[in-house]
């Protein structure tokens, strides 16, 4: 009888300890079980070290929990949950065998008075569904992302070889843009010219005809007081008493006076002929002193040696052809100022070389948000924009954008924008939100995220949550 008991007693303590998961690997996520594996231990914040056999032996030898990873030992330390069939997790080490099921598999409560039931079987079964769609999103959109990556290459290629091209043709269109400058220059020139010779001319001919009508008027007087002398009596006897006196002989007096008013008369006249020609021919026929005009001299001040013709056409409009060619020149390089940045914004694989043309946008309650990489980000409702911020760079290695400096909010800061990139089949922006005053975030869908990394971890997860479900029901 004492024999069965003995053996009733061994078996129940063999199937106890058969029940508790092995101490020197409880607690510790696979990534670190490598970490484990020597002799001597160190404490990960470098404070001390432990041997294999201190670890998990319930007392604390490092401050961080490095060597109680499966114990309460240690306030700091953390204890991981495998729960196979589901999502594992880590919880505070503070929480083993305390009494209350943690973790779905019941491992955090190995050596208590609770009976934990592994739950995580069905449990897990909601979060294998949405895994397995995951997993199908990630494997089409590898397919298209692979496509869109060769799209890219090719479109960056040939954007990039007419850049090429363009560098090289630089010279020559800065040339063609400095000698139209100095044509128009010289043009302005003539037309400075003109306007001063015109100026001068219109001078001239206010001077003359002043002068001619100072001119005219001391005619008219001399005229008149020459006619009251002939009229006056004791002038007449004056002048009968001098013939006789010089009777027969002629003299620069006996002709003074009807002389003098001959010549008056015939300079008022021919005063009057000019005035009469000029009134009709002065513009017609500038004289010989006004300003040389282009057709005078074609060579001055032109050294491009332009014809009046080339000069009159190019006049009527160069500021206009000039601006338009210059604006030309402007746009063609603008258009490749992609390839100018410093920093590579298209992605490892130029997944994102597609995104310098398009916009996203979505519609958020009575708000229509706009994203456009690489430029800015609005918010519009309505015929009213606020500006979320204007791009600013890449983070999280091209798992986030990140737009800055938007319209300043009522005191607080400028707006600012973060979207967080992730696996889709097409590019779509969603769930924008405003967690923070004037900090918004959203999400974007993209093929671009749907990496074959990604891909294989997801895999491997799902894998280790389908593994056979454990056979006991109970730790």
């Known amino acids: ?82 729960n196979a069939g589901h999502t594992p997790v880590t919880i505070f080490s503070s929480r083993v065998n305390d009494g209350i099921c943690d973790c779905c598999d019941g491992s955090d409560e190995y050596d208590s008075n609770v009976t934990c039931k592994n739950t995580c079987w069905e449990a897990g079964k909601a979060a294998r569904e949405k895994l397995k769609k995951k997993i199908a999103t990630y494997k089409s959109g590898v397919v298209i992302r692979k496509e869109q990556v060769e799209r890219a290459k090719e479109a960056f290629a040939k954007d990039e070889a007419e850049l ?3 560098k090289g043709e630089e010279k020559l269109l800065q040339g063609l843009v400095d000698k139209l400058k100095e044509q128009k220059r010289l043009i302005e020139k003539a037309e ?68 003098s008013r001959i010549s008056t008369e015939q300079h008022g006249s021919e005063i009057q002929d000019d005035s009469s020609v000029g009134a009709g021919t002065v513009d017609e026929s500038p004289p010989k002193e006004s300003a040389p005009t282009l057709e005078q001299d074609p060579s001055s001040d032109n050294p491009e040696g332009l014809s009046r013709e080339e000069l009159d056409l190019t006049a009527s409009g160069h500021s206009s052809w000039l601006d338009k060619i210059q604006q030309t020149v402007q746009n063609v390089f603008q258009k490749f100022n992609f390839f100018q940045t410093p920093v590579d914004l298209s992605g490892n694989d130029k997944e994102f070389y597609s995104f310098y ?66 696996c889709g089949l097409s590019n779509e922006l969603n769930d924008v939100d405003e967690p923070s005053r004037c900090e918004y975030v959203a999400a974007l869908s993209t093929p671009a995220l749907c990496v074959e990394e990604k891909l294989k971890e997801l895999q491997n997860k799902l894998d280790a949550m389908s593994s056979k479900q454990p056979g006991h029901d109970e730790l």
């Open 357 to 422: 043309d398009q916009c996203f946008e979505s519609k958020e309650g009575k708000y229509t948000y706009k994203v456009c990489a690489y430029k800015k980000a609005s918010q519009t409702e309505g015929h009213s924009s606020t500006n979320l911020g204007r791009w600013d760079k890449f983070e999280e290695s091209y798992r986030v954008m990140q737009f800055s400096n938007g319209d300043r909010c009522w005191n607080g800061p400028d707006r600012s924008l973060k979207v967080r990139l992730r």
């Open 192 to 259: 400075e010219e003109e306007r001063l010779r015109k100026e001068k001319e219109e001078k001239r001919i206010k001077e003359e005809a002043e002068k001619k009508a100072t001119v005219e008027k001391e005619a008219q007087d001399a005229s008149q007081e020459v006619d009251s002398k002939e009229t006056d009596p004791h002038v007449q006897e004056d002048e009968s008493k001098v013939a006789e006196q010089h009777d027969g002989h002629t003299t620069d007096h006996d002709n003074h006076v009807p002389e």
């Open 164 to 166: 090429a091209k363009l």
């Open 1 to 82: 009888m004492r024999v069965l008991l003995v053996a009733a007693l061994l078996l129940w303590a063999a199937a106890a300890a058969a029940s508790k998961p092995p101490l020197d690997t409880l607690g510790i996520p696979p990534q670190d079980e490598a970490y484990y594996r020597g002799g001597v231990i160190k404490c990960r914040d470098g404070s001390g070290k432990f041997s294999r056999p201190q670890l998990n032996d319930d007392f604390c030898d490092c401050p961080d929990g490095t060597d109680e990873p499966g114990t309460s030992a240690c306030p700091e330390g953390k204890f991981y949950c495998k």
